[in-house]
């Protein structure tokens, strides 16, 4: 059983920053991704950013350049740093780990004012 629990979500004036956290929890030891995926009303989930247990690193042409994701020490944590927010990145944010199957987070609100 997989447990993932986001946070750090809330209201920001565009242009300023946001960092989410996500904690995993259960059998993660095999899981070969994290990352954070978003949805915004009226539209699909997308993907947002991706990193692999091997440290590689994949982000949607959205936010390169103002989001970063990492990963913790402990390996079952992954962070998003979201700078430079614009009116279009309100969502709701998804962490999701790949083990065979993905596993998501119950999501976190992330508004950003004009």
């Known amino acids: 059983q997989v447990q993932l629990v986001e946070s750090g979500g809330g209201l920001v004036q565009a242009g300023g920053s946001l960092r989410l956290s996500c904690a995993a929890s259960?059998?993660?030891?095999?899981?070969?991704?994290m990352g954070w995926y978003r949805q915004a009303p009226g539209k699909q989930r997308e993907l947002v950013a991706t990193v692999t247990t091997g440290g590689s690193t994949n982000y949607a042409d959205f936010v390169k350049g103002r989001f970063t994701i990492s990963r913790g020490n402990a390996k079952n944590t992954v962070y998003l740093q979201m700078n430079s927010l614009k009116p279009e990145d309100t969502a709701v944010y998804y962490c999701m780990v790949g083990i065979v199957i993905a596993y998501w987070g119950q999501g976190t609100q992330v508004t950003v004012s004009s």
């Open positions: 259960g059998s993660i030891r095999s899981a070969t991704v």
